[in-house]
């Protein structure tokens, strides 16, 4: 049954520009058209492009300059206030919400360009609102990684050893200085009465939870993100190829690209300009191959193409989105264990997911993989598919 409420999806990137929780807000929004008479996708983009859409939803976008965007995103003190006091973003939000009233509000990443006070608004204006957490940005504004949980000792997340006996509030941090782990904790303070009073909060994987939970974070339920079939037209793979997607920092770049090298494979870079900078600093220029910014539909294409697809974060991830999307494309992905939902990928290749720090013999790994006839098929992972998520979701709309 159609319902005749308003909902309102948030996401502070568009999905054309930044794939990855902006594309999964969007893939959900698309589907709640449904469920909801009225679907309404905010969101924010630059001057220069035009994203539009037919797909039965009302779009709002923030425009903002290029110029502008790039200043606040190199300056970690500009962003920390921006996450708060972006006032112009603010006072479009007010605006939004009291020309569209919307009934529901359903918030994926917000912060970068939508400052956090939105939820303040959302409060005051009564309305339902509930949230994702697409990353792990409300305990600290950067990457996690599990030195900054040592010694806390939660058995299933940190490969490290911990004396079982620490709270959350002797947590390391150990690369922040003292005043940036005071204000973190300050700031986590703030964050935690603010999301815990909304109507929802949602985690997207069991490792996320617990790690929020940890922190006094009240995560609602998890519900995990669907996977939509293949359909991007590609049949083969280009032989001897691993494909590096996304940040520079955090996400293994550097080991990648010791694979690539040590087995003589030619390494792909989808992402910003910065990738290929790095790289070309170390490679020559036929061991690499630079894609860019890539769309949605430009990336799993991609990814069909590749033999392998690296997935060797040295930071958590919240939910790999990349390696199943690379067994959904038929390539395999090589994974450490800071990822979330990395023994999904340890059941169909032990040797797939290796120590962050071993740089893998990818020759050997193919082989592997072959002589024991793996059959990467992406129906024996029971990964749900974006209605069967988005079905998870409604009980708590309704
Ligand atoms: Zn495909």
């Known amino acids: 049954m159609v319902s005749n409420l308003k909902i309102a999806v948030v996401n502070d990137l568009s999905p054309e520009t930044n794939p990855g929780a902006a594309s999964i807000a969007y893939s959900f929004a698309k589907n709640l058209t449904r469920h909801f008479e009225y679907v309404e996708f905010w969101t ?3 001057t220069e492009s035009g994203f539009k859409t037919n797909d039965g939803i009302e779009m709002k976008i923030q425009k903002f300059s290029d110029k502008k965007i790039r200043r606040q995103d190199n300056s970690l003190k500009f962003r920390l206030i921006a ?42 204006m009564k309305l339902k609102t509930f949230i994702t957490l697409h990353d792990y940005n409300l305990i600290v504004p950067r990457k996690l990684f599990p030195m900054d949980l040592y010694p806390l000792k939660i058995a299933s997340v940190n490969p490290l050893q911990g004396d079982g006996n620490k709270t959350p509030k002797s947590v390391a941090f150990s690369s922040d200085s003292f005043s940036q782990r005071k204000y973190f904790a300050f700031r ?33 339920s998890t519900i995990a993100n669907g996977f939509d079939e293949c359909n991007c037209g590609e049949t083969s793979k280009i032989e001897r190829t691993i494909l590096f997607a996304g940040r520079e920092n ?21 992402g910003d300009s910065r990738l290929k900078d790095i790289v070309s600093e170390k490679m020559n220029p036929t061991e690499y191959e630079f894609h860019g910014k890539l769309s949605q539909e ?11 697809v690296a997935v060797l974060s ?36 032990s040797n797939l997911v290796i120590p962050a720090a071993q740089v893998p013999d990818l020759e050997w790994l193919r082989a592997d993989v072959r002589e024991k006839d793996t059959n990467v098929k992406v129906s024996a992972l029971e990964i749900s598919d974006v209605q069967e998520s988005l079905r998870n979701y409604l009980y708590f709309f309704r």
């Open 44 to 46: 924010t983009g630059s």
């Open 83 to 124: 996450e708060f006091w972006n006032i112009k973003n603010l006072f479009w939000f007010i605006l939004q919400v009291t020309k569209s009233r919307p009934n529901i509000v359903w918030v994926h990443q917000i912060g970068f360009r939508f400052p956090k006070t939105i939820l303040v608004v959302c409060k005051i």
């Open 188 to 220: 986590r303070s703030v964050l935690c009465f603010l999301y815990n009073s909304l109507t929802g909060t949602f985690a997207i994987s069991e490792q996320q939870k617990e790690i929020y939970s940890d922190f006094g974070f009240r995560i609602t």
């Open 250 to 270: 955090g996400k293994g770049l550097s080991l990648a690209l010791e694979a690539a090298k040590k087995n003589s494979w030619v390494l792909h870079l989808a």
């Open 298 to 308: 430009e990336l799993f294409s991609l990814i069909h193409k590749m033999e392998f």
């Open 314 to 349: 040295q930071c958590y991830d919240v939910y790999p989105s990349i390696a199943i999307e690379a067994l959904v494309h038929g390539s395999l992905p090589l994974i450490t264990r800071s990822c979330g939902n990395w023994p999904l990928i340890s059941n169909i290749s």
